[in-house]
């Protein structure tokens, strides 16, 4: 009866000491299944895994989301970009509003040497010979012109008259208007070119926002801005 008794106590001490130790689970309110479940953390993200196969790692948003590079958020670049011609004193200028872009490499220079327009001169285009050339002359005086001169240089001008040369085309078309009141026909406006020396600017793998600002430097000034390669 004794070792009865006593197995029993010992018994209940075992289970006494599992529970205090919470081998056998917790029974206060809302603890059971499934109310135990419903207080675990993520339990939408459960996933029944078969047998055999490697744990599947969960991923953060931050990693799912697809990766934006650089070239995509800086947009497009433009490969090349050419403004001029410019004579040296706008250079000058452009140089200037240019600087605060800070473009350093991307920034070039070009010399070009072309043939401008520099004069325009009122002129009786070449005759022929200096019989017709004569001829010319002297009708110009029975109408009143003294200010001409007979160009007899080796040039595709020779036996032309020249009436006068002025540096703006507005001024030469002023002196055309007045010799049609005197009656002189057969006059007209050539430009006179001569060799020039400009200045061409290229810009190089710029953005948008900065064309855009060269655009608006360079709608200041007589140049044109054009793609390059």
Excluded at 33 to 56: C, H, M, S, W, Y
Excluded at 188 to 203: D, E, H, N, P, Q
Aim: overall charge positive; glycine content about 6%; charged content about 20%.
């Amino acid at each position: 009866m004794l070792k009865l008794i006593f197995w029993t106590l010992l018994g209940l001490n075992a289970v006494l000491f599992a529970y205090d130790h919470g081998a056998l689970g917790s029974f206060k309110a809302g603890e059971r299944e499934p109310g135990r479940i419903k207080n675990q953390i993520n339990t939408d993200k459960l996933r029944l895994q078969p047998a055999g196969l490697p744990p599947v790692l969960p991923t953060s948003p931050e990693a799912a989301a697809p990766a934006v590079t650089e070239t995509s958020a800086a947009g497009a670049l433009i490969a090349c970009t050419e403004i001029g011609n410019f004579a040296a004193a706008e250079a000058r200028r452009f140089e200037r509003q240019v600087a605060p872009l800070q473009l350093a490499d991307k920034q070039s220079q070009e010399e070009v040497t072309g043939q401008e327009i520099t004069s325009h001169m009122v002129m009786i285009p070449p005759l022929g010979s200096k019989e017709a050339a004569d001829k010319k002359a002297a009708e110009l005086k029975a109408q009143g012109v003294s200010n001409f001169f007979i160009m007899n240089d080796s040039s595709p001008t020779k036996w032309a008259i020249s009436l006068g040369v002025f540096k703006s085309e507005a001024a030469a078309q002023t002196l055309m208007a007045a010799l049609k009141k005197q009656g002189v026909v057969g006059a007209k406006v050539a430009g006179r070119s001569s060799a020039a020396t400009r200045l061409v600017y290229r810009f190089r793998n710029i953005d948008a926002d900065t064309r855009a600002k060269l655009d608006a430097i360079a709608a200041k000034f007589t140049a044109d801005t054009r793609t390059c390669k």
